[in-house]
Nanobody, 121 residues
Framework: QVQPVESGGGSVQAGESLSLSCAAS????????VGWFRQAPGKEREWVAA??????AYADSVKGRFTISQDSAGTTVYLQMNSLKPEDTAMYFC????????????????WGQGTQVTVSS
């Protein structure tokens, strides 16, 4: 059972950067796709980015500002967030899944507890 654990959230000013980490000892490169999602207060959870065997995809809202990566062991996935905006404020979740659509929450079976990111203007 993959159990992702997120870390790295915090409070920053607009324009600053944050790096989130998602650690899961049972992640297997080539088997598990890892995605980042976020949920702002009063809004539905939305897909942010995903990675699978080095292939990466991003939501339009973060493309060019966020970068997803994975360490060589495959057990930690990072989300580097640059040029943060107040609208990036949300709880960020890491999830792992096998198969299915990259941006579909239903394709992810293991979820972390989330880490809060707050961006002030």
């Amino acid at each position: 059972q993959v159990q992702p654990v997120e870390s790295g959230g915090g409070s920053v000013q607009a324009g600053e950067s944050l790096s989130l980490s998602c650690a899961a000892s049972r992640l297997r490169v080539g088997v598990h796709r890892v995605g980042w999602f976020r949920q702002a207060p009063g809004k539905e959870r939305e897909w942010v980015a995903a990675i699978f065997i080095g292939n990466k995809a991003y939501a339009d809202s973060v493309k060019g500002r966020f970068t997803i990566s994975q360490d060589s062991a495959g057990t930690t996935v990072y989300l580097q967030m640059n040029s943060l905006k107040p609208e990036d404020t949300a709880m960020y979740f890491c999830a792992a899944g096998v198969g299915g659509s990259w941006s579909d929450q239903r394709a992810y079976s293991s979820w972390g507890q989330g880490t809060q990111v707050t961006v002030s203007s």
